[in-house]
């Protein structure tokens, strides 16, 4: 299979060069340059296989036989070292939880695959890959977590001073690895970003060491998350639900998760449409409502996980419709709420079902009770785990959030963390002096 760039059908890569540089050589995303139909009968069976039965099976149909069968067997088996379960609110409501992993959020999906293709590609060559992420919050913990176990891969987390709060500090600052490495960045998170870019077009690092910036438009983290919609659809089958009336609502950001659905649409996924989230960072919503892509400025929100005010992935999005307006709004209906609606829905989803929902987990679920007509099954995407945003699911229900062993063992770790101010020399010597 070759990927093309979305800025030219007739550039394409391989698989192999598609993780390990991310972007297509002009800039551009990349996409499959088609997406394989999985067998009708695997689709009708889903129902009595397993997660990873029906991962591997989406994956390997996705990658038609670029990767060796049992390396992705592997793969898809480590990546999902967690259960997705889908977990029944009342009604025709459900959330599918993907935040059982090491991180906490579902960002270790699409991280701890990306960081076995890389390390298969690694072990092929010899050559070292290092990883260089800013980070803002979830995807520095997922990321260094993924990369704790494949010590051949080196891993920067670039964050800014100050402005992290200590649980998804704690999840990469105190990870006791000796190919992690925290760097505190005496700035703003712009500066961190200036920095990872610096580092990316520099021709001494880039001869010293492979460069990769994990980041959630490479096309290993887009893959993986289509088996989580698959395994919803399997999971309502196993409960005598017709997938085919499926919902899915999920909160966006850089829209990831979403591209993987439309693809999984694509592969022969049963699912009805999509629901997107936005908060105040409304431009994918607004383009929906429009046709007008017109970004603003970043506004910070209680959801600060999709405080994106320019969606990485739109571009890819607009390549699947072939920039159709109207074929986009076919499979995806939009909706934006408020903190006030985030909250209400906190509070409502925890007085009404009993159920802890993180702020961005009950955006979902607000789309999912505003948009489902009658017959429909609706399926909120759980992003992250409550216990991740704890204050505000505790201010917003008045009920104690207990903190899992995995966060308050995070926690009470010591941190190792180097610190640097914000030139880009200092990084340049931090990371020469480490290049081996
Ligand atoms: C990253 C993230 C999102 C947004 O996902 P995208 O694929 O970027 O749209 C939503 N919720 C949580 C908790 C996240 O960490």
Not at 64 to 72: E, K, P, S, T, W
Not at 107 to 118: N, P, Q
Request: hydrophobic share 45%; charged share 20%; glycine share 6%.
């Amino acid at each position: 299979m070759r990927y093309y760039s979305t800025n030219n059908k007739t550039l394409t890569v391989s698989l192999e060069q598609a993780v390990i540089q991310g972007l297509a050589p002009d800039g551009g995303l990349l996409l499959p340059e088609h997406i394989p139909a999985l067998p009708a009968a695997f689709v009708r069976n889903m129902g009595s296989m397993s997660l990873h039965e029906i991962s591997y099976a989406v994956a390997n149909y996705a990658l038609q036989g670029d990767i060796d069968a049992a390396v992705l067997k592997n793969a898809v088996a480590d990546t999902l070292s967690f259960d997705l379960p889908l977990v029944h609110l009342g009604g025709n409501k459900y959330v599918l939880e993907l935040f059982h992993g090491p991180t906490m959020s579902f960002k270790d999906i699409g991280t701890r695959f990306l960081a076995r293709l890389l390390d298969h590609y690694n072990g092929r060559h010899r050559r070292n890959i290092s990883v260089i992420v800013a980070t803002s919050g979830n995807s520095g913990g997922a990321i260094a977590h993924s990369f704790s176990d494949i010590p051949e891969g080196q891993v920067y987390i670039l964050y800014p001073r100050g402005e992290l709060d200590d649980v998804q500090r704690a999840q990469f600052a105190a990870l006791p690895c000796a190919n992690v490495t925290a760097i505190e960045v005496n700035g703003s998170l712009a500066d961190c970003r200036n920095l990872a870019d610096q580092a990316f077009r520099d021709p001494d690092i880039g001869s010293r060491m492979i460069v990769n910036s994990a980041r959630t438009v490479n096309v290993a983290r887009l893959l993986p998350q289509m088996f989580h919609y698959f395994w919803a659809a399997a999971q309502l089958m196993q409960r005598e639900q017709d997938p085919g009336q499926m919902v899915v609502a999920m909160p966006c950001g850089n829209l990831g998760n979403l591209t993987a659905g439309i693809m999984a649409k694509r592969m022969g996924l049963p699912v009805k449409r999509f629901v997107a989230v936005n908060n105040a960072n409304d431009a994918f919503v607004r383009y929906l409502l429009t046709g007008d892509y017109v970004p603003h400025p970043m506004r910070r929100t209680a959801t600060p996980a999709i405080d994106i005010a320019e969606p990485s992935n739109f571009t890819r999005i607009k390549a699947l419709y072939g920039g159709s307006h109207f074929e986009l709004c076919r499979d995806v209906e939009p909706y934006r709420c408020t903190d006030a609606d985030v909250a209400e829905a906190m509070r409502r989803l925890w007085t009404e079902h009993s159920y802890e929902a993180d702020p961005h987990t009950a955006a979902a679920c607000a789309a999912v009770r505003a948009c489902l007509l009658p017959g429909e099954v609706g399926v909120a995407l759980a992003t992250a785990h409550p216990a991740k945003f704890r204050a505000q699911v505790e201010a917003a229900t008045g009920h104690s959030i207990k903190l899992p062993k995995r966060l308050a063992a995070d926690l009470d770790a010591p941190r190792h963390v180097a610190v640097i101010n914000s030139g880009y020399t200092s990084l340049k010597k931090f990371l020469l002096q480490r290049a081996y």
